[in-house]
Each structure stands twice: as C-alpha cells, then as structure tokens.
C-alpha cells in the first residue's frame, strides 16, 4: 500500500463522493506505495521534545536486500484510520473499480487484489464478486488485515514473484502499490504476475503512482484525525529524486494507554510514465487503456486479457 493525501477535501464528479488530495497532487480524483533501491531507512531513537516523548523506531516500506517491503505494525495499526480520516471510502472506491472491470467482463467471479494492505478494499469486494483473495509482503499489514477481517483469504508474497497457482476473473492492484516497482524491468516483472493470475478475457486494473510531468517536486501537507479515543497527527514532505518521489512522512500518536508516540516513514516511490506502464501491461498480453478518472486523480490502467479464438480444425480433429 501507498498514498499521501493534501489537506483540504473537493468535490470530483467521478463516482459520486468527495475525496481529498493526495500528496504531491496537482489535482483530486480516483493510487499506494514503493522503497526502492534496497534501503533501509531507520527513524531515530530517543526523547522528544520538551514532553520527554519517546520518538520510536519505525521500519519503512522498502525493498530490502532479502527482496522484502516491510510496514512497521505501528504504522499498520493507524493505516486505515489515518486514510479513513482523511477522506477515504473504501467501499465507494471499490464499486467504481468493479464497474470497470464489470464494463468489460461482466460475468467476473472472482478477483484478486495484489499489494492489498490491511484487506479494506477487498472487504468490500466481497460483497461484488463471489470469491477474492488478497496478496500483501507486508506481515505488519496482513496481522492488522487478519485481525479486523478474520474471514478474508489473504496471502504473503511479493508481488513481483508471487505465485498462487490459480487465475481469477480479475486482477487489481490500487493504491499506488505499482509505484514500489523500482525500475522498468521490476515493473515488467511485476505486470507478468498480474496478467499470469488472469483467467482468458479477464481484466486487471491498475492505480499508478503520479506520473513525471504531474508530479509536484517539495508538496506538502498535513492532517489531524480523531480516531476511537485515538488523536493522529501526520506532515508529509515530497520532493523529486532522479526518476522518483521521495515522501518524508511522520505521525505523531496519542492515546490513554500508550501515551504519545512518534514515527517516521520515508517513502521513495518510483515516476513511472505513462507510456512505460502501458507497454509493460501491453507486454504481458492485454488490450491497455488508460482511464482519466478516480478517488485521487491519477486515473487507471485498465488491461483486458484477450480469450483464446478456436480454432474450427483443431475444433474437428478432437
């Protein structure tokens, strides 16, 4: 998972809802995350500020040299109430993106979510599609997932090597998860194993990280939400780094039973344009076309598997 969201909520005529700007947002609409280039970035230990409060280690999403994208539970545990507080309706997001998939294979079953976080999509996916299955790298996520939605079917994998041994009606990925690919070969990889999980005629889609010439180099922005006897505050900074965006995150916690605790995050997700994405889906084997709506404005790749065409002889030689 991946996102960032600016301050102020507006109105976007897409699905119906208001959403609130993501960071580094030129402008709101209908993205989730990426560490790259195997770092392991560590917020500091020791006190805070004169409150003597305790600034906590904080593991960040990253690609590490064991291939693995690590969320720190801490993090996991907030990541639904900060986005939910922040504007985010899960279920509105996930009937615009089934609409999608139903335009083009309206008889679609099942479906699978790669880089699901926590599962709050898939959650409401549920109750469109009549099996879902969620994949996620991240222990911290997929605990939270478990223990909020104890019946969801979700797996650990990453999702540039996963493998399931089975193929769905449809394949999502939302967001912003894409942008963790660090290069346009890990990008490749990663559309593979999509498309791979695809049954003929299925359909994946896709929520890109911004693209180059949208991004918007050092945006920032900032958000208190109030949350089950919870206060979370989160800053975040962006700025442009040789082909990708670094976001520079960080919460400040409080709550009656573990007082006031502090984290940090630091994101390096990858500006992918849209020319590199398309030719990557288009490569794995589908019909690509770019949709210019959605939650956050960063529209959707939408890929359609082409079915098999029979063939009338082999058709009679069997």
């Known amino acids: 998972m991946l996102c960032d969201v600016p301050p102020r909520a507006t109105s976007v005529p897409v699905t119906g809802h208001s959403i609130l700007e993501e960071d580094s947002a030129p402008a709101p609409r209908y993205p989730r995350r990426h560490l790259g280039e ?12 004169p409150d003597n409060l305790q600034r906590t280690t904080q593991r960040i999403a990253f690609f590490g040299e064991a291939g693995k994208l690590m969320y720190d539970s801490d993090i996991a545990d907030i990541w639904d109430a900060v986005y939910r507080g922040r504007g985010r309706n899960y279920l509105t997001e996930a009937e615009g993106v089934a609409e999608l998939i139903r335009q083009r294979q309206p008889a679609a079953a099942s479906l699978l979510d790669v880089a699901c976080g926590t599962g709050a999509h898939l959650s409401c996916f549920t109750t469109m599609f009549e099996n879902v299955e ?26 540039r090597t996963f493998d399931l ?20 070969d890990e990008l490749d990889r990663t559309v593979n194993r999509f498309v791979d999980h695809l049954n003929p005629g299925g ?59 502090y984290f940090t995050e630091e994101l390096i997700i990858t500006l992918f344009s849209r020319e590199e994405y398309e030719q990557a889906i288009s490569r794995a084997g589908c019909i690509v076309e770019f949709v210019e709506s959605g939650p956050r404005g ?17 058709e009679q030689a069997a």
């Open 165 to 184: 041994g089975r193929r769905f009606d449809a394949v999502t990925c939302l967001f912003s998860s894409i942008g963790h690919a660090a290069t346009t």
């Open 38 to 49: 195997g770092k392991h970035i560590r917020g500091s230990v020791g006190e805070f500020g």
């Open 298 to 314: 960063r529209g959707f790749f939408v890929g359609h598997r082409a079915s098999p065409v029979n063939n009338p002889t082999d």
């Open 134 to 159: 969620g994949v996620e790298l991240s222990e911290g996520m997929l605990a939270a997932g478990r223990a909020e939605w104890p019946t969801l079917n979700l797996h650990q994998g990453d999702m």
């Open 203 to 261: 359909v994946v889609v896709i929520e890109p990280w911004w693209f180059p010439e949208t991004f918007i180099d050092g945006y920032v922005t900032g958000d208190v939400v109030h949350d089950a006897g919870r206060v979370i505050g989160r800053v975040s900074h962006s700025t442009r780094e040789a082909g990708a965006s670094r976001v520079s995150v960080h919460f400040l916690v409080a709550d009656a039973e573990k007082g006031i605790q």
